[in-house]
T-cell receptor, first 115, second 110 residues
Framework: GAVVSQHPSWVICKSGTSVKIECRSL??????MFWYRQFPKQSLMLMAT?????????EQGVEKDKFLINHASLTLSTLTVTSAHPEDSSFYIC???????????FGSGTRLTVV | RKEVEQDPGPFNVPEGATVAFNCTYS??????FFWYRQDCRKEPKLLMS???SGNEDGRFTAQLNRASQYISLLIRDSKLSDSATYLC???????????FGQGTELSVKP
């Protein structure tokens, strides 16, 4: 089956630094990737939709300059949390759409803690 | 108001109990419906899709009422391993984004 690799699985960083999270599709080409954030005891909230070769589409209330998304190839999308603050501490997870008629696959998630 | 709303939970039930989760959605254009299961600190995993005619997978039964915009999940003969958070999810169109409910936590005790 389709495999999506998300890295790192957890990261602790100092306030003010930037963190890059990678989401890779290992055995298929992913034209669309979604990035979600989940705070404790809350639902997954869509942050942005990433399409290969074009700019990401951000959901209302998500700062595009703070959460940089790059989808430069059909197998890799990255989310960079810039100038991270403690309130950015959350579970970040990607979801990949393989194509119409195929299913969706989640990455394993990244738990970010900003201290 | 959230687009997808679920029972607040948590549900604490003994092994063997039957438990029902309810979910309502506000967007009548929603086309696809799912129940996902999420274990602590893990990614959500698809439990089952929900069809208008209702569908069953072993101990799990899902129902959809489009007129009432209501989705349910019934778990019979609950096991310890069923302990998790259950997420109600809707999708507006093919290839579209998923909208997640806040989840209902289930804890099955011996």
């Amino acid at each position: 089956g389709a495999v999506v690799s998300q890295h790192p699985s957890w990261v602790i960083c100092k306030s003010g630094t930037s963190v890059k999270i990678e989401c890779r599709s290992l055995d298929f080409q992913a034209t669309t990737m979604f990035w979600y954030r989940q705070f404790p005891k809350q639902s997954l909230m869509l942050m942005a939709t990433s399409n290969e070769g074009s700019k990401a589409t951000y959901e209302q209330g998500v700062e595009k300059d703070k959460f940089l998304i790059n989808h430069a190839s059909l197998t890799l999308s990255t989310l960079t949390v810039t100038s991270a603050h403690p309130e950015d501490s959350s579970f970040y997870i990607c979801r990949v759409l393989q194509g119409e008629g195929y299913g969706y696959t989640f990455g394993s998630g990244t738990r970010l803690t900003v201290v | 108001r959230k687009e997808v709303e679920q029972d607040p939970g948590p549900f604490n039930v003994p092994e063997g109990a039957t438990v029902a989760f309810n979910c309502t959605y506000s967007n009548s254009a929603s086309q696809s419906f799912f129940w996902y299961r999420q274990d602590c600190r893990k990614e959500p995993k698809l439990l089952m899709s929900v069809y208008s005619s209702g569908n069953e997978d072993g101990r799990f039964t899902a129902q959809l009422n489009r007129a009432s915009q209501y989705i349910s999940l019934l778990i019979r003969d609950s096991k310890l391993s069923d302990s998790a958070t259950y997420l109600c999810v809707v999708r507006h169109n093919q290839g579209g984004k998923l909208i997640f409910g806040q989840g209902t936590e289930l804890s099955v005790k011996p």
